[in-house]
């Protein structure tokens, strides 16, 4: 027992050791994606993303229900109607009509194994806590003398979807019911979880407990944490318990959410380290809202200007935040392509190291090292709604003397040589990534770099 309890262990202590790249269905479906456009959005992430390093393909939201024609939130009445799709043990799997090769008793699994052949990565969104529809059935948890009437806190429901009542983990059966369920999913070949209504408001022992049942189930599963803003207060614990988690409630294609993000990331960056990653959310870049959420016009492409794309990518790049596409990957346009395949800023996503602001206010600067000695990275950034010129001071990063070039357009400009400071003018909401070769590192004095000359 002790030796495959310690191999799950060192599994799990190898997930999300880069922060996850991938798609997630929410954005431009809400809660009525189908097999048929999961399969469709992952085929083209297998032939034109994958190589980037984009590759969990995560279905969000209520797969367990049937496929609603409203945009109404789906939830059920007080006879538990409609019903979702529910096994004897009180666990939830695909509804068979959203998702037919669940038939039968698969589950996801056929889904999985058709990803995983691709060279993807599979990914689900579960509800924090367990059905009400499985309470009121008073359903035997599998594995355990305990059913989920046991189970439950009925006085923890989700605020916004009445699907759940939260676990009660001074029971037993509360962690026994984790237990069944990651069983479950570990047996599908899912990779990723995505739990909602957890990190706000901070569910300590729901946490503790779902991280559990990740080390028990015998299969590397990211555990991503939802909604934002997870308290700051519980950082340490969130750190390490978790892969991801949501410093922000639902990102949407609108300046301002944007704007207030720079200070969020900052205010979290001592917290992140290999395997445990600060999520701002989701990318609300290509085509949004396909049929739901009602958060904007339906079916039209990111309401950002492709500035305000370029930063939302450039921060998120620059802080190594999780980046998860919610555009519909098959309606891509030319510049969302573009901002998904740049090399060089997934490169800083995937292996910098020593991220950290230098400036915040309306002019941010963040810098990043590299495994590279002489190469390093700095992100400046334009807040306000006007053209700004943001000058930086290079011995702030042990420079006097360097090369710079602008990482988003680097096949369009030449080297620039710069000495003691840099300066950019940079358009409104925009951003620059500057990829820095150090040609004389700045004399120190007092273990501080002070430029000399």
């Known amino acids: 027992m002790i030796l495959p309890l310690l191999l799950a262990l060192t599994a799990q202590a190898n997930v999300a050791q880069t922060p996850p790249m991938g798609w997630n269905s929410y954005d431009c479906y809400g809660y009525s994606v189908t097999e048929d456009e999961v399969r469709a959005n992952a085929g083209f992430m297998a032939k034109n993303l994958e190589r980037f390093g984009w590759k969990y393909v995560v279905i969000d939201y209520v ?8 945009l109404d939130p789906p939830t059920q009445n007080a006879e538990f109607q409609p019903r979702l799709a529910m096994d004897g043990y009180g666990r939830l799997i695909p509804d068979p009509d959203r998702f037919p090769s669940s038939v039968g008793g698969k589950g996801f699994k056929p889904l999985a194994d058709w990803l995983h052949a691709k060279g993807l990565k599979f990914g689900i969104h579960l509800m924090r806590g367990i059905p009400r529809q499985a309470v009121g059935d008073k359903c035997p948890i599998l594995g355990s003398p305990y059913t989920a009437v046991d ?9 916004w979807l009445n699907h759940m009542w939260g676990l009660n983990m001074t029971n037993p059966a509360g962690q026994a019911y984790l237990d069944s369920i990651f069983r479950l999913y570990a047996s599908w070949g899912v990779d990723f979880v995505k739990v909602d209504d957890l990190s706000n408001p901070y569910s300590t022992a729901e946490v503790e407990g779902y991280r559990e049942a990740i080390d028990r189930c015998g299969r590397p599963i990211v555990l991503s944490l939802s909604p934002g803003p997870t308290p700051l207060d519980d950082a340490k614990h969130v750190e390490a318990h978790a892969n991801m988690w949501r410093l922000l409630g639902d990102l949407w294609d609108d300046w301002p959410q944007l704007d207030a993000a720079f200070d969020v990331v900052a205010a979290w960056n001592p917290y992140r380290s290999p395997g445990h990653w600060p999520d701002p959310d989701m990318l609300p870049i290509g085509r949004l809202r396909v049929y739901g959420p009602p958060t904007g016009p339906p079916n039209t492409d990111s309401r950002f200007t492709f500035d305000e794309e370029k930063t939302l990518m450039t921060l998120w790049c620059i802080a190594r935040c999780p980046l998860m596409v919610g555009g519909e990957l098959t309606m891509t346009d030319g510049r969302t392509r573009y901002l998904l395949t740049e090399g060089d800023a997934l490169w800083v996503n995937q292996h910098s190291f020593n991220n950290r602001p230098l400036a915040s206010g309306p002019h941010p600067v963040w810098a990043a090292d590299t ?6 990275y700095l992100a400046l950034f334009n807040r306000e709604g006007k053209a700004a010129t943001v000058s930086f001071r290079l011995r702030d990063i042990g420079v ?15 080297k620039k040589r710069e000495h003691l400071t840099l300066a950019r003018t940079i358009p409104p909401h925009g951003a620059v990534l500057l990829e820095i070769t150090v040609l004389k590192r700045a004399k120190m004095v007092g273990g501080k770099p002070k430029a000399g000359g």
């Open 151 to 159: 189970a439950a806190n009925q006085k923890s429901p989700c605020p």
């Open 400 to 414: 006097e003397d360097c090369l710079s070039y602008d990482a988003w357009e680097m096949n369009m400009v030449a």
């Open 63 to 70: 797969w367990s229900s049937p496929k609603l024609k409203s």
């Open 371 to 376: 495994p590279k000695p002489d190469i390093e």
